[in-house]
């Protein structure tokens, strides 16, 4: 079997047939944690994992690109959401109400976002303080909890590696989790590993990014610490590139991973789904 461990079935991508694919997913031996990015997201994948005994789970969470700052026009995916996003202000007793579900696995995906940013430094450094403070919020949640944690962050490793190690050491805190879609450095990478974190690969290993060497961190990487995922409808691997992912597809990241580690597709498949099983307590 496979676990994709970052999929957006809950996404409006899905909204005419997400129950055809989810069965297809099924039959096939793969289970699937449907993660949210804000409330609206949240609550539905939740929706979704309870009407399935067993493969289908929710982890929630407010993504960075989706906080209230004030500071930036969020930009509107109509494979997300069906009607315009609203800004959101983090509401931790709503979160924490949708975790009565048994059917939330995590908290995520939550982190840090730098991509869509104010132009002026000190706007800049108020969006930044803000997305941390939304973020630590969270962690928050996750501890009380005692839920592991999918973190997003994009073009804001260092920064995230700063907050996570200051709370860690702060609070002696061991937190639980993965660095989602980790498109970051080998020095990176190490830091996350020795935090304990796991790194999630996805579709993104096929292209090529400058200064991010998939391969190297994907080689250096031990077992024990990769999840494989899609973060479907998003990033679909060869040979679907410019289709709409779907959480089957998972298998071309096992088999991606099994060749660069020159290990076979099984032992990939068995190592990968023993982590997600173990993260996520599944």
């Avoid at 997400?18 to 949240?42: A, C, H, M, P």
């Amino acid at each position: 079997m496979l676990i994709d461990t970052h999929a957006h079935l809950n996404f409006n991508g899905y909204k005419g047939d997400f129950e055809e694919v989810i069965k297809r997913t099924l039959d096939n031996n793969v289970w699937v944690i449907n993660v949210g990015s804000q409330y609206e997201t949240s609550k539905k994948a939740v929706e979704i994992a309870e009407k399935y005994p067993e493969g289908i789970f929710a982890a929630i969470g407010l993504h960075p690109i989706h906080l209230e700052t004030g500071l930036v026009k969020i930009k509107n995916d109509e494979e997300e959401v069906e009607v315009n996003t609203k800004e959101e202000v983090f509401d931790y007793e709503k979160y924490k109400e949708l975790a009565r579900s048994p059917k939330v696995v995590a908290i995520g995906e939550i982190g840090l976002d730098y991509y869509y940013r104010p132009k002026t430094k000190r706007k800049l450094e108020l969006f930044k303080e803000k997305q941390k403070k939304a973020l630590l919020k969270q962690l928050e949640l996750a501890k009380e909890l005692n839920l592991p944690v999918i973190f997003h962050c994009r073009m804001a490793h260092q920064d995230l590696l700063k907050v996570l190690k200051l709370k860690i050491k702060n609070e002696k805190l061991k937190i639980d989790g993965v660095i989602h879609c980790f498109t970051g450095s080998w020095e990176e990478a190490q830091e996350y590993l020795e935090m304990g974190f796991y790194l999630g690969f996805n579709g993104i290993i096929f292209k090529s990014i400058e200064g991010i060497d998939f391969k190297e961190n994907i080689k250096k990487t031990p077992l024990d610490k990769i999840l494989i995922e899609t973060d479907c409808p998003y990033l679909a691997p060869p040979p679907f590139l410019n289709q709409r992912n779907e959480p089957l597809f998972v298998k071309y990241i096992a088999e991606k991973i099994a060749k660069i580690k020159d290990l076979g597709y099984e032992k990939i498949s068995e190592i990968t789904t023993e982590n997600a099983k173990k993260l996520f307590n599944l």
